[in-house]
Nanobody, 115 residues
Framework: QVQLVESGGGLVQSGGSLRLSCAAS????????MAWYRQAQGKQRELVAR???????NYADSVKGRFTISRDNAKNTVYLQMNSLKPGDTAVYHC?????????WGQGTQVTVSS
């Protein structure tokens, strides 16, 4: 079955950095677009960044210039490098993909940015 397992979250001070990882199984990773979403408490889930199978990327305006999404097809893993973190980035971050018409989500990893 499809599994997405995130790691790398934690508590960091404003201006700091974190790198999230998402290991995927049960899909042909190299042909799948991958994405990171986040959900802050009391808010709707929002798209943070997406990377296509060809390596094209797009970002939410709020993270452009600070976050970088990348992928390693040999490791079936997608990454989110987050720099210059702000308290507004505090949220649970989820990995996402669509496989055979279904959306799949990881369990999420908490990112907390203190001021």
């Amino acid at each position: 079955q499809v599994q997405l397992v995130e790691s790398g979250g934690g508590l960091v001070q404003s201006g700091g950095s974190l790198r999230l990882s998402c290991a995927a199984s049960g899909i042909i990773f190299s042909i799948n677009d991958m994405a990171w979403y986040r959900q802050a408490q009391g808010k709707q889930r929002e798209l943070v960044a997406r990377i296509t199978s060809a390596g094209s990327t797009n970002y939410a305006d709020s993270v452009k210039g600070r976050f970088t999404i990348s992928r390693d097809n040999a490791k079936n893993t997608v990454y989110l490098q987050m720099n210059s973190l702000k308290p507004g980035d505090t949220a649970v971050y989820h990995c996402n993909t669509v496989w055979l018409g279904y959306h799949y989500w990881g369990q999420g990893t908490q990112v907390t940015v203190s001021s």
